[in-house]
């Protein structure tokens, strides 16, 4: 397989998409969890998807020195 920028370009607009997908789905079952009545979980599910969230900032630096 050839990687090439726009090939590359792709793949990390593919996974920031990806990512931000997660995250809002781990914050919504965050609020859930927490009314379920485990702060403990739900604060554990929200630091991951600040984890999620980091990682699409490094890939979207990753993306602009591809310009």
Not at 12 to 19: G, L, P, S, T
Request: with cysteine; net charge negative.
């Amino acid at each position: 397989m050839e990687l090439d920028k726009p090939k590359l370009e792709h793949l990390m607009e593919h996974w920031i998409e990806h990512n931000d997908s997660h995250s809002k789905s781990f914050n919504e079952w965050a609020g859930k969890i927490e009314a379920a009545g485990y702060a403990d979980i739900a604060e554990d599910v929200r630091s991951a998807a600040k984890k999620m969230d980091e990682c699409s900032v490094l890939l979207e630096t990753a993306r602009q020195k591809l310009e």
